[in-house]
């Protein structure tokens, strides 16, 4: 009896309380379905295969195929690489939410076999690291060995070596009627001024072995970090293929009796080499790295700095030639300097020459230098404008199409305006820590995972394009006008099709 009665006095608690719950379920099923249904989807491309995905669609030049799929579905896209999510972006604005205020949640790498496992010894140095304490500890090391203070100490030595740059251009150029393709040249001057800073050494010519020998170790390398080498990373049925094929050991071969022999004998000598180097600088300052550790650090400093400043360059090179204009331009700026001073310009002297400058920034943005960069890895879920990114996706931005958006570059976007950038003079290293509708271009990557050795890049460019501006004019060869409207596919850099150009001594 006393049950039924506590029952009759419960009763009205047990409604009113089942009633609060129903209603507070479907409140919150109503938030979830509000959320899906503002969550925008990310546009997928039609041309989608079942398991390979979009992987057979991309072609040749995949930059340019992600390209036209931003034109036809917007800012951002997502795509397949077999079991892979791949998401593409080309709005400025919309990488920077994802990759700097996201930054905690989008500064993951892949783990691929090579460039992960083997090449950093499971993730080790700056580039293909987590973004751990190793890769923190590792990272400001080259900050502190690379800063401008120490870039400084080997301003004569730079400069040094871009008037043997000029000077070899200008000779072999003299020799032949037809023209020459100066990759090689070019080469020869970033990695002599890049091994200068790093090991404290140089090479006397592009036909000295050693210079053949790592030249082609840092070919190989972004060859080895390509797709081609890594479809088992997306799609898992090619373990058999590559076991068969023999992969594994084509990597291990590469990094165990190539890689490491040779920037195992260049560091020990930089120990020894006379002036400072990074080498040295990392041990005297007590940074407590392993061997392994600071091999990892040079070949990525090296490997990646060689690489992209020479495409850089002879891209420039490329463009200057059709616009005579801009050189004679340029050439008056430089003599303008050396009369008031006596001396060519140096880095710090940048300012005065706010035309150069400009056209330099102009010809990065018109001719990005790597198609992707080197891709994000999203650790969490990442919702931004509306769009949710799934953990597990690997993030890139479309550097061809995003610096031609013209959201971004309102003014002429598709064409070369040299003049661009006169009101933004700034040094990339400072922009890129700016606001994102303020930055000049965006090849040197993004928030955590932005470029450490930006300030190098750009002096080493800088003082290049100076000294062969102060002596040449480029014209083209005999068999016309570089087709600077042709690329080729150099896995993480975008190269120019092979050209031939003449460098006349305006001096004459």
Known sequence: MIQVEQAKTLAPVI????????????????????????????????????????????????????????????????????????????????????????????????????????????????????????????????????????????????????????DILIDTSDKTKAGIFPFRDLQLYIMNTVTLIGLGKSFPNKDDPKFIELAHTIDEAFKLSGVDFDLASYLPIFIIYDYFKGVRQTFKHFVTEIRDPIFDALIKEAYNAKGPNLVKYLKENNYDLSEEETMVILSDIIGAGTDTNSVYLCWTIGIMCHYPEVQVKIAAEIDNFIEHHGRLPSFSDRLELPFCVSTMKECMRYKPITAFGIPHLANDDIEVDGYIIPKGATIIPNMMSMHKNPEAYPDRPNEFVPERFMNALETSSVASKGKVEERDHFNFGWGRRICPAIHMAEVETFIGFVELMSRCFIEPGEDGMPDINKARNGGISILPSPYKVKFINRKN
């Open 15 to 166: 409604a009113s309380t089942t009633v609060a719950l129903y209603v507070s379920y479907k409140i919150i099923q109503s938030l979830l379905h509000d959320k899906k249904k503002f969550t925008k989807e990310i546009p997928v491309p039609g041309s989608s295969l079942p398991y390979v995905g979009h992987m057979f669609s991309l072609g040749n030049m995949p930059f340019e195929t992600v390209s036209q799929w931003h034109k036809k579905l917007g800012p951002i896209i997502q795509f397949h690489m077999g079991v892979q999510t791949w998401v593409s972006i080309d709005s400025p604005d919309l990488a920077h939410k994802v990759m700097v205020t996201n930054g905690s949640k989008s500064s993951q790498r892949n783990e691929s076999e090579f460039g992960f496992n083997l090449y950093s010894f499971g993730g080790k140095g700056i580039v293909h690291s987590q973004p751990n304490a190793a890769w923190k500890k590792a990272r400001g090391a080259v900050a502190a060995a690379i800063a401008p203070s120490q870039i400084d100490l080997h301003m004569s030595s730079i400069q040094n070596e871009a008037r043997k740059l000029v």
